[in-house]
């Protein structure tokens, strides 16, 4: 059974701090991961996708990928009571079925 | 403007009927997914479709039915053999090939 797993939180951490969010993944031949912002009582929404080993950046959020150590992260720069929210990694599976698996999710609490 | 639609957004099901719940996409996608999601759960992959007339199983399938006769629309029924149904259900839909996967504004079913 292909895993994705997530730190549950809450993680919180003051206004103007940066936060940061790890995902870890089972199956070795995934080659695409994204991170998801999901508001309470509101569908997922894709904030970062990224495909290659290193950083990929987009205005405050900061998304990192490490195949060998089978480890994803975000981080958000300058946090807003705003990112206050669920976020959600996803991985896709290898072989060309389109299928991601979802990690439960960490939630996150920016304290003004 | 482009998007995923589902409705309707707040469903009430007594035990013993089926209900079916509406998903329609203008992106011109390819791929369309039904999840789950239940209070602190990550999203469970119901049914998905890659292709029009065409569709697979995934991981929480039983008690669940869907069809795909149009590009646009991949209806999801939730039958009386679904034991325990209220939850959270969310559409997605993706181009061919691609793994990032945009979700409509879900559909929250409640068993009476």
């Known amino acids: 059974q292909k895993e994705v797993e997530q730190n549950s939180g809450p993680l919180s951490v003051p206004e103007g701090a940066i936060a940061s969010l790890n995902c870890t993944y089972s199956?070795?031949?995934?080659?695409?991961f994204f991170w998801y912002r999901q508001y309470s009582g509101k569908s997922p929404e894709l904030i970062m996708s990224i495909y290659s080993n290193g950083d990929k950046e987009d205005g405050r959020f900061t998304a990192q990928l490490n195949k060998a150590s089978q480890y994803v992260s975000l981080l958000i720069r300058d946090s807003q009571p705003s990112d206050s929210a669920t976020y959600l990694c996803?991985?896709?599976?290898?072989?060309?079925?389109?299928?991601?698996?979802f990690g439960q999710g960490t939630t996150l609490q920016v304290k003004p | 403007d482009g998007g995923i639609t589902q409705s309707p957004k707040y469903l009430f099901r007594k035990e013993g009927q089926n209900v079916t719940l509406s998903c329609e996409q203008n992106l011109n996608h390819d791929a369309m997914y039904w999840y789950r999601q239940d209070p602190g759960q990550g999203l469970r992959l119901i049914y998905y479709?890659?292709?029009?007339?065409?569709?697979q199983k995934g991981d929480i399938a039983e008690g669940y039915s869907v069809s795909r006769e149009k590009k646009e629309s991949f209806p999801l029924t939730v039958t009386s053999a679904q034991k325990n149904p209220t939850a959270f259900y969310l559409c997605?839909?993706?181009?061919?090939?691609?793994?990032?996967?945009?979700f409509g504004p879900g559909t929250r079913l409640t068993v009476l």
């Open positions: 479709s890659q292709i029009v007339n065409d569709f």
């Open positions: 997605a839909s993706s181009r061919a090939g691609g793994n990032e996967q945009f």
């Open positions: 199956d070795r031949g995934s080659q695409s």
């Open positions: 996803a991985v896709g599976l290898s072989g060309n079925t389109g299928k991601l698996i």
